[in-house]
């Protein structure tokens, strides 16, 4: 049996601060007390989708160990989809502080006295992607951690929260810090960014992880030279030399690490020299860490330790026979030096959210007016990309900014903000290729 | 001398800002903090794309030196130390 969250939270002393969050802090003694509530069965999966990093935490302790499993589900999914993967993860207990999920019970019913913790508990993640439902990764608390240091550092590491810890980045910027005795400091994600990195440096932040965008966004609040980082991380996007260089002259202290992860494989491998990409030298190392493999220019990863991932629910992975899985990252090789490409699947990585064009596409054409769509990706230095809708109104007599205004607020009433398309071009004719399909390129 | 950039890219600031916001853009200051106006990451990548197409350049892209603006005089600056690429 692998070890617990619980277990391994024990040698830490009760007083110490695991999260200090605006609306108050976590103490070790107050997760340590706790397990599933009564009515909970150790055979129970239970789906969790809750935003406050403190309930969240305490929740994650009290069921780990104790359960059969633990779904994460982001608080940004809609209800119908939060039930829909209870439902194929069999999951019969839903835990939220949300309030528009009917079936959920909140975390004070979710919590009741310690009990044994007799189980491994699989935790399952969802990955990212605005397709509709998210494809389920099973992990187990080993996988998730295993990229994470554990040795306990002094002074005490305060980590910078700003993902979602529910989603894969998030959680393993939580482990990182709970398992190596660090404390989360944890901004409210809807305010401005000068007030959260003002919490960040109120709060004694050292280490933080967050997406090229995310940087990009706090080099630009003047709040930001008040940050004093040891670490400086980023991952979820491709790191380009710019804002390496840029973060580099900013926390001159730091060490600078840009990691590639990928949920699917439930690993991913840093890179810490400073420059964009990574040297090809890290894929002809074969030691007992993630197998790195480049094949047809895109890149291949395999978990350590024999560890085999796969999809809930019959879902897809593409696994080779050697254990290596295509990521589905493509990658141009210069001298001694890999570069991320981008996707080789139609997918745009907009500011670290996943879009898929097709579906923006399905969206706009359903939009009474428009003829044709198609929507491309442009580069963007601030966002990684940007989508750009090229529409043919479906007849000459039509008011195009009439159009635009219904086309635009019908993308912001059903999209993500990132997949609503930065501009609308209205145009004769779209190109189509050999297939009769429009072509993005 | 040439005219300076600052009224074209006031004047795409609100466009963007308006389109963003659906309400008023605020009035910039030399020393307004671009990103404390309202204006997420995403209309920041907007605010920049539609500067690329009627300018016909991108300093953050042409910079080689690791720069990010942080006020609307240094955003403007910035934009004016690449016009020469603008052709």
């Known amino acids: 049996m692998s070890t617990n969250l619980h277990q391994r939270l024990s040698g830490i002393p009760d007083e110490h601060v695991l999260v200090i969050a605006p609306n108050g802090r976590l103490s070790v003694a107050e997760v340590l007390q706790s397990g599933p509530a009564a009515d909970i069965p150790s055979d129970a999966r239970v789906l969790v989708s809750i935003d406050d990093v403190r309930e969240l935490t305490r929740v994650l302790v009290a069921l780990d160990g104790a359960v059969a499993g633990i779904l994460l589900v982001s608080t940004a999914q809609p209800p119908e ?31 009741g006295p310690t009990r044994p913790r007799d189980r491994t508990t699989g935790w399952i993640m969802t990955t990212s992607g605005t397709t509709g439902i998210p494809k389920l990764v099973p992990h187990t608390l080993d996988s998730l951690a295993r990229s994470v240091r554990t040795e306990k550092v002094q002074p005490v590491p305060v980590w910078g929260m700003v993902y979602e810890m529910t989603r894969f980045a998030g959680l393993q910027v939580a482990l990182q810090s709970l398992l190596s005795g660090g404390t989360l400091c944890v901004p409210e994600r809807d305010r401005d960014v000068s007030e959260q990195v003002r ?79 990574f040297p090809l030298s890290l894929a002809e190392e074969q030691s007992e860490g993630v197998g790195i493999r480049i094949r047809d220019n895109t890149l291949w990863l395999r978990p350590p330790g024999g560890y085999r991932p796969r999809y809930l629910s019959g879902q897809d992975i593409e696994i080779d026979a050697n254990g290596y899985i ?52 442009k580069k963007s230095p601030i966002t990684g990309a940007l989508l750009i809708a090229s529409v043919v109104p479906a007849s000459q007599d039509l008011d195009t900014a009439e159009l635009k205004q219904r086309i635009m607020a019908r993308c912001r009433n059903t999209l993500e903000r990132e997949a609503t398309p930065a501009r609308i071009v209205f145009t004769q004719t779209l190109q189509t290729n050999a297939a009769g399909k429009i072509s993005r390129n | 001398m040439t005219e300076s950039l600052e009224p074209e890219i006031r004047r795409a600031f609100k466009e963007v800002w308006q389109s963003e916001n659906e309400s008023d853009a605020p009035e910039l200051q030399p020393d307004t903090v671009l990103l404390d106006t309202g204006l997420d990451s995403l209309g920041f990548a907007i605010f920049v794309s539609q500067l690329e197409d009627e300018l016909g350049f991108d300093p953050f892209t042409l910079s080689t030196d690791a720069y990010y603006p942080q006020t609307f005089a240094e955003f403007v600056a910035f934009y004016e130390k690449f016009r020469s690429h603008a052709a």
């Open chain 1, 81 to 111: 989809v939060v039930e829909e993967l209870a439902k194929v993860a069999d999951c019969t207990i839903i835990v939220s502080d949300r309030d528009d999920l009917a079936s959920a019970r909140n975390v004070v019913q979710a919590i």
């Open chain 1, 199 to 277: 919490f960040l440096v109120e709060s004694g932040c050292t280490h933080l992880s967050a997406t090229p965008t995310l940087w990009r966004r706090l080099l630009m609040a003047p709040e930001s030279n008040k940050l004093t980082l040891k670490q400086v991380t980023l991952g979820g996007e491709i790191a380009d030399q710019a804002v390496l260089n840029a973060l580099a002259a900013r926390f001159p202290h730091a060490r600078l690490t840009h990691i590639y992860a990928s949920t699917e494989a439930g690993v991913g491998f840093a890179v810490k020299d400073g420059k964009a990409g």
């Open chain 1, 326 to 377: 295509n990521t589905g990252d493509r990658l141009e090789i210069a001298g001694d030096r890999a570069h991320f490409l981008g996707r080789d699947s139609s997918v745009v990585n907009v500011g670290g959210v996943k879009v898929y064009p097709e579906r923006v596409e399905r969206v706009i054409g359903d939009v009474e007016g428009v003829g044709l769509v198609a929507v491309t990706a």
